[in-house]
């Protein structure tokens, strides 16, 4: 699938992106071949065009019929003959999507949920459940996520999506996105506050676990693909700010799978909770052994390691699977694991977009380990290890509880 240069750039990147990166991803947790996709949200079609190859058949619904009318512009373009598209009064379309009940093996909400008031979001949830067949699933990709510190979103406010409505209300016109503030102004000229906090939830309204707890209460039970995977490191680098998060609910709610600390949810649920749920990977802050030759702490965590020198990493339990974060001059072959056997393993690292840290290099190990010793070739540094395992059970023991 090529682009064509009368398609509008981000329609292109956006199918891209789906293509490429969360699509590989999705597949790699549940498959597609032959399935049903429903998307709730389709909009102009981008992910629709993306996905429809690799499914069976897809529905998209959407409340626009103008966008409608796009996306199916793009997929006559296309060829794609599995796709059918569905436009429905905001009032209407869950009872649309209802009509689908025993058809569908996954709910796609693909950068929606975000876009949705509380009852609406919970009662899409709700309604994906209900619809998708007994071993389906709900697939929840690029919403952001409220528990991060800087809403990138919406305003590029620092906590702006943990504020009240009401206060985000009267406080939104401090944002650096001009047309963002405008459009709000145009709502409050025309409304008042109720007006606003309809504004503030159509541009985009950080999400949590909390909302999802509502619906499928036993998260651990229910979740089967995280977040910190390679296949969406490229377009979603890893941020400092996030590995804090995952710190902070690893000590409060260690039960919780990983993917809740990213800045955009990415997370797949099943439809009926799992007796035995799945282990995934979590980014893990390294505590650095003291007087280790060559080793150094940098400021926001990160581990410099001068040429040939090795650090040591206890992990908090035994893991199949290993991820680095790092930067080096040439990162693509520079990690060096050694393992405590006398192996030594060397994975490529895959780059990232611009962020911090610059690549990612995964390894999954034939006998699980609890100890490793990481190497980079040239010198470097390490912002973080992911380990397959449990969270770090020292974390919760030593949380404040109290001053």
């Given at each position: 699938?090529?682009?064509?240069a009368?398609?509008?750039p981000?329609?292109q990147?956006r199918?891209?992106q789906?293509r490429?990166?969360?699509i590989?991803?999705?597949?790699?947790?549940?498959?597609?071949?032959?399935r049903t996709?429903?998307?709730?949200?389709c909009?102009?079609?981008?992910?629709?065009?993306?996905?429809?190859?690799r499914?069976?058949?897809?529905i998209?619904?959407d409340?626009d019929?103008g966008e409608v009318?796009?996306?199916?512009?793009h997929?006559?373009?296309?060829?794609?003959?599995?796709?059918?598209?569905?436009?429905?009064a905001?009032?209407e379309?869950?009872?649309?999507?209802?009509?689908?009940?025993g058809?569908?093996?996954v709910?796609?909400?693909?950068?929606?949920?975000?876009?949705l008031t509380?009852?609406e979001r919970l009662?899409?949830?709700?309604?994906?459940r209900?619809?998708?067949r007994?071993d389906?699933?709900?697939?929840?990709t690029?919403t952001p996520n409220?528990?991060?510190?800087?809403d990138?979103?919406?305003?590029?406010l620092?906590?702006?999506?943990a504020l009240?409505?009401?206060?985000?209300?009267?406080?939104?016109?401090?944002s650096?996105?001009?047309?963002?503030?405008?459009?709000?102004?145009t709502a409050d000229?025309a409304?008042?506050?109720?007006?606003?906090?309809?504004?503030?939830?159509?541009?985009?309204w950080?999400m949590?676990?909390?909302?999802?707890?509502?619906v499928f209460?036993d998260?651990?039970?229910?979740t089967?693909?995280s977040?910190?995977?390679?296949?969406?490191?490229?377009?979603?680098?890893v941020?400092w700010e996030e590995?804090q998060?995952?710190?902070?609910?690893d000590?409060w709610?260690p039960?919780?799978p990983?993917c809740?600390?990213r800045?955009?949810?990415?997370?797949?649920?099943?439809?009926?909770?799992?007796?035995t749920?799945?282990?995934?990977?979590r980014?893990?802050?390294l505590?650095v052994?003291?007087?280790?030759?060559?080793?150094?702490?940098?400021?926001?965590?990160?581990?410099?390691?001068r040429?040939?020198?090795?650090?040591?990493v206890?992990?908090?339990g035994p893991t199949?699977?290993l991820?680095?974060?790092?930067?080096?001059a040439?990162?693509?072959?520079?990690?060096?694991?050694h393992l405590p056997?006398?192996?030594?393993?060397?994975?490529?690292?895959v780059?990232?977009?611009?962020?911090q840290?610059?690549?990612?290099?995964?390894v999954?190990?034939?006998?699980?380990v609890d100890?490793v010793?990481?190497?980079?070739?040239g010198?470097?540094?390490?912002a973080f290890?992911?380990?397959?395992?449990?969270a770090?059970?020292a974390?919760?023991?030593?949380r404040?509880?109290?001053?």
């Open positions: 699938m090529t682009a064509d009368s398609v509008h981000e329609w990147r199918l891209e789906a490429d990166e969360v590989p991803w999705i597949e790699k947790a549940i498959p597609l071949v032959g996709v429903l998307e709730y949200g909009g102009q079609g981008a992910v629709a065009c993306a996905i429809a190859p499914c069976g058949r897809h998209g619904v409340i019929a009318a796009l996306a199916e512009g997929v006559a373009r296309l060829g794609l003959g599995n796709v059918e598209l569905h436009a429905a905001v009032d379309i869950l009872d649309h999507v209802r009509g689908f009940a058809e569908v093996d709910i796609l909400l693909y950068a929606v949920l975000e876009h509380l009852d009662a899409v949830l709700r309604v994906a209900e619809v998708v007994k389906g699933h709900i697939v929840v690029e409220r528990l991060v510190p800087v990138q979103h919406t305003s590029y620092p906590f702006f999506h009240p409505l009401p206060l985000a209300a009267q406080y939104y016109d401090r650096p996105r001009k047309d963002f503030v405008a459009a709000v102004d000229a409304g008042g506050g109720a007006a606003v906090e309809e504004a503030l939830a159509r541009w985009g950080g949590s676990f909390h909302e999802f707890e509502l209460e998260l651990p039970a229910h089967v693909a977040s910190y995977s390679p296949l969406l490191y490229p377009g979603r680098p941020r590995l998060l995952a710190a902070t609910l000590c709610r039960d919780l990983p809740w600390s800045s955009w949810i990415d997370t797949i649920l099943s439809a009926e909770p799992s007796p749920p799945r282990t995934f990977v980014p893990w802050q505590q052994e003291h007087d280790v030759p060559g080793v150094a702490m940098l400021p926001n965590d990160l581990i410099e390691l040429p040939l020198a090795r650090l040591p206890q992990l908090p199949s699977e991820q680095v974060a790092l930067t080096a040439a990162p693509e072959g520079a990690l060096r694991v056997g006398g192996d030594t393993l060397s994975p490529s690292a780059p990232s977009l611009p962020g840290p610059a690549s990612y290099a995964a999954r190990l034939e006998t699980p100890r010793e990481l190497e980079l070739d010198g470097g540094c390490i290890v992911g380990y397959a395992g449990p770090d059970p974390l919760a023991q030593g404040p509880r109290g001053w």
